[in-house]
């Protein structure tokens, strides 16, 4: 029955069942001392007005039979006086013990305290009048009768005193009782609400913070977070890596998207590319053979020679173009081999050495020491530089210097990477066209074939790295080239 109820129910039930039980238990402490203390108020405040009350009846009356006897000796009317003062105060006391009486057995003896009083006032009025007339012998004997009669009194005000501390007694059971049975209530309430609180942590431990921890530990929590003693926290902190990792693929999702569907759009331009290439290039190497011919056999004139050059450097143009375009429509598969990037940087400088002083541009290789060796093709890497070396040639104008940095980094969801970045003092690249040039066909060169960046950036997505460009105009352009170092493949962020 209880597994069949909603853990939020579970929940609801004991914490609510915990609050009634400790809040009625405070409420009903709370009640239960007031109320006892205004029932021992009561009977403490009416048993001792009570005894007082008795035990100065017995004193009044005791007292006035000692002064009756003072003046039996003497005949001083000073004892008379003071008998009745006392007399007075006898009656006060005995009003206040019949205020005080709250049982019928209490009123039946102050009434009867009262009628026996009367009669010894009485007698005891014939004896001082006796006493008086110097009839002492009469008096006396008249005296010895008043004693019974005074004897009563002090039996009845006994009697009344032990009344009340009869009720004391009764009323200090009474209490105790009661007492006992808060205790048993108490006892009570305090085991229930030790048996919820058990009940209310198992299900705390077993069904949320067991399960959090469990699924918590599930998630891929990094090792310093294994053991934490706060699970929500943790699984708080998990829960926004993963909402961070969702966003991450949703980007990958998204540039592999577009990448797809710009590939499907180049691959049937290459298929084009290469079907026109093909068919044009067997047409321009016959051409090329027979200038070569007619250059070596004919006698031609200077302006007849310079035409003839100008058609051969056109054709060779033509030449590379076609290159080009059956390069980037069927790119080379990758030779992986394990090298060192600075072998590729080295090739590159050594190859362009010439090309590097006809363009009276320098060279300088910035390296702290060889970087590692990695997982890619040397000659596609070294194609790469010497394609990113050329461009900048092109873009410096009356020389200039173009510098090479090598670094090793540790990059967040990537790992150790290789890093090379080519720089010059050009120009600049534009930020209006930074986005577009690495896209096939852009090209700013009045005789480029836009295909040089994007086949550099192909080939260093192959090795799963990226090739970002950053350059502000009249500043220069560095190229960065990534490389993962590792020996898995990291994703290719979006261009």
């Not at 001083?76 to 013990?97: C, G, I, R, S, T």
């Not at 209310?200 to 977070?225: C, F, H, M, S, W």
Request: hydrophobic residues 40%; contains cysteine; proline residues 3%.
């Amino acid at each position: 029955m209880w597994k069949r109820i909603s853990l939020r129910t579970r929940i609801l039930v004991a914490l609510s069942a915990l609050v009634i039980v400790t809040v009625g238990g405070g409420l009903v402490s709370i009640v239960y001392g007031y109320l006892m203390d205004k029932y021992v108020s009561r009977v403490t405040e009416s048993g001792l007005v009570a005894l007082q009350s008795a035990q100065e009846l017995e004193n009044a009356i005791c007292m006035q039979k000692g002064y009756v006897t003072y003046y039996f000796q003497d005949a001083d009317p000073m004892w008379l006086e003071q008998l009745e003062k006392y007399h007075v105060q006898f009656e006060n006391w005995l009003k206040q013990a019949r205020l005080s009486a709250e049982t019928a057995k209490e009123r039946d003896i102050i009434n009867e305290v009262e009628s026996q009083y009367v009669r010894y006032t009485v007698s005891r009025a014939e004896v001082v009048s006796l006493y008086k007339e110097g009839n002492k012998d009469p008096g006396f004997a008249l005296h010895k009768v008043v004693r019974n009669q005074f004897l009563n009194i002090i039996r009845l005000c006994n009697e009344y005193k032990d009344s009340q501390e009869s009720r004391m007694a009764a009323a200090r059971d009474t209490m105790k009782a009661r007492a006992q049975m808060i205790n048993l209530l108490a006892l009570m309430a305090l085991f229930t609400v030790i048996v919820l609180a058990v009940v209310l942590a198992y299900t705390l431990l077993n069904q949320i913070l067991g399960p959090i921890r469990q699924l918590a530990l599930e998630t891929n929590v990094p090792k310093t977070d294994v053991g934490a003693a706060d699970e929500v926290e943790t699984l708080s902190r998990r829960f926004h890596n993963l909402i961070a990792d969702v966003d991450q693929t949703k980007s990958k999702l998204k540039w592999s998207r577009e990448h797809l569907q710009l590939a499907e759009k180049w691959a049937l331009v290459g298929k084009l590319a290469a079907g026109v290439a093909h068919s044009v290039r067997n047409p321009l190497t016959s051409v090329k053979m027979r200038l070569f011919s007619m250059e070596r056999s004919l006698a031609l004139s200077p302006s007849q020679k310079e035409d003839l050059e100008v058609i051969s450097e056109e054709i060779r143009h033509i030449d590379t173009i076609v290159g080009n375009f059956l390069e980037f429509s069927r790119p080379p598969k990758l030779k992986m081999q394990t090298v060192s990037p600075s072998d590729a940087v080295d090739m590159a400088v050594q190859l362009l050495h010439h090309r590097l002083e006809s363009y009276d541009v320098k060279v300088e290789v910035q390296r702290d020491g060889r970087l590692p060796e990695i997982a890619a093709d040397p000659d596609q890497l070294k194609e790469v530089l010497v394609n990113l070396m050329v461009n900048a040639c092109e873009a410096i104008v009356d020389g200039g210097e173009i510098r090479i940095s090598e670094e090793q980094n540790h990059l967040e969801n990537v790992g150790p990477v290789v890093i090379l970045r080519v720089s010059d003092n050009g120009p600049g690249v534009p930020e209006s066209i930074q986005a577009k040039l690495f896209q096939p066909f852009f090209s700013t060169k009045e005789e480029g074939t836009g295909l040089g960046l994007s086949i550099a950036a192909r080939i260093v997505e192959e090795h799963g790295g990226w090739l970002d460009l950053k350059s502000r105009e009249g500043e220069g352009a560095t190229f960065i080239i990534t490389l993962p170092a590792g020996e898995e493949k990291t994703w290719q962020p979006s261009l």
